[in-house]
């Protein structure tokens, strides 16, 4: 048994809309999942093989990328970039969701090597963690020629994910429809391109594809980069129950319309975040705290609930076992303070003004797997390990 505490905790944000703010100081961790959570002076502290003395910082689930692009272990041919997936664990990021094996030099589009493809993705992620990083892969695009069985294959192969829709040859909302219905049949979760061409050769999605499409989560409602027309994204919050994606390497006026339209439908727990990287763009290793700032920021957000969009919200729209502090969710955390000499009173004010925290420990399945993040603004205070 591998007890882990984390004493000290200054704030500890929860991850869930309907209680950001948990008034407690103190976590215990066992085998990798959360048992307490509470005041310390209540709980039995003894036999821990690891102490965290969080020096009064502040605690979240780790967080979240729903959107991103990954190919093999921690290197991108996109932007033939190493080690990218440990920088966003400096960004405080323990969770990435991949949303297509796109930059596969000579990616296979028949229809074996796009199943081969998408089974190996899920394999060498399942098999390897880059610095820890969760990273769930294998998310085929779809084709045309794709039939039914194809679907029933790669979910009995341990393939839970559809690509972005749109990124292959089926861009039509009744093929999209049909093939969609197919994946959700055999328990895969299935996300769309939303708005114009991203890079040369991939094209143009509109809202009518993507409400007729009915993909479980609208990927990048805020394009990636050109959004779509504002009365269509207006139409797409308002038209279906699909989660909203908003995401870096997108347009950020789009993203603030989107939020403002999520919250006057009172529907802001459908909001997720990704970064979308790497990408045209570059890859963004801050990207989702950057997200959490500018959303809180521009969009006046609180921000322990801006910091619900990028941990809690992903975790439930995608069926996570991370991203909530509760019991028996893993123990997968990210410790920040308010950064050095940066405005505001404390950490959430200064983030509602827009900047970024610093982040001073990561944490995966009860293990430390990061300690000062080498891309954040430093932080104020650092936790310690006791014993150190
Ligand atoms: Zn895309």
């Known amino acids: 048994m591998s007890k882990l505490v984390i004493r000290n905790i200054g704030l500890l944000l929860s991850g869930k809309m309907e209680k950001p703010i948990l008034d407690a100081d103190c976590i215990i961790a066992v085998d990798g999942k959360i048992v307490a959570i509470g005041k310390a002076a209540d709980m039995d502290l003894s036999g821990a093989e690891t102490v965290v003395d969080a020096k009064g910082v502040t605690l979240a689930p780790g967080l979240i990328d729903s959107h991103i692009h990954p190919v093999i272990g921690d290197y991108t041919p996109r932007q033939q970039q190493l080690s990218w997936i440990d920088s966003t664990l400096n960004g405080g990021v323990t969770t990435m969701i991949s949303a297509g094996e796109v930059h596969l030099p000579g990616r296979p589009k028949d229809i074996v090597g ?22 769930h892969a294998g998310a085929p695009v779809i084709e045309q020629g794709l039939e039914e069985h194809d679907f029933k294959e790669m979910a009995d192969a341990g393939v839970k994910l559809l690509g972005e829709v749109g990124l292959g040859t089926v861009k039509d909302g009744p093929t999209a429809k049909k093939m969609v219905d197919w994946a959700r049949k055999y328990g895969m979760q299935s996300t769309i391109h939303t708005g114009g061409p991203s890079i040369p050769g991939s094209g143009l999605i509109d809202a009518d594809v993507v409400l007729e499409a009915g993909t479980d989560v609208i990927g990048h409602i805020n394009g990636g980069h050109s959004a779509l027309p504002d009365d269509q994204i207006v139409c797409l ?23 403002n339209t999520a919250r006057e439908l009172k529907q802001l727990d459908r909001v997720i975040l990704g970064t979308d990287g790497p990408a045209g763009s570059g890859v963004q290793p801050l990207g989702i705290l950057r997200m959490i700032a500018m959303l809180s920021s521009l969009g006046n957000v609180p921000a322990e609930i801006a910091f619900c969009f990028g941990t809690g919200n992903t975790a439930r729209q995608r069926e996570l076992d991370v991203g909530l502090i509760e019991e028996g969710y893993c123990a997968d955390f990210v410790l920040m303070d308010q950064a050095q000499h940066a405005p505001g009173k404390t950490i959430l004010e200064s983030v509602e003004l827009g900047n970024l925290p610093g982040v001073g420990m990561t944490i995966i399945d009860g293990k430390v797997t990061s300690r000062r993040s080498r891309n954040t603004p430093p932080a104020g205070d650092i936790p310690l390990i006791e014993g150190e």
């Open 114 to 135: 796009l199943k081969a493809l998408a089974i190996a993705s899920q394999r060498w992620y399942e098999n390897f963690r880059p610095s820890g990083v969760k990273v």
């Open 237 to 259: 919050c308002e038209s279906c129950q699909a989660g909203l994606e908003i995401v870096h390497n997108g347009n950020e006026r789009a993203a603030l319309l989107t939020l």
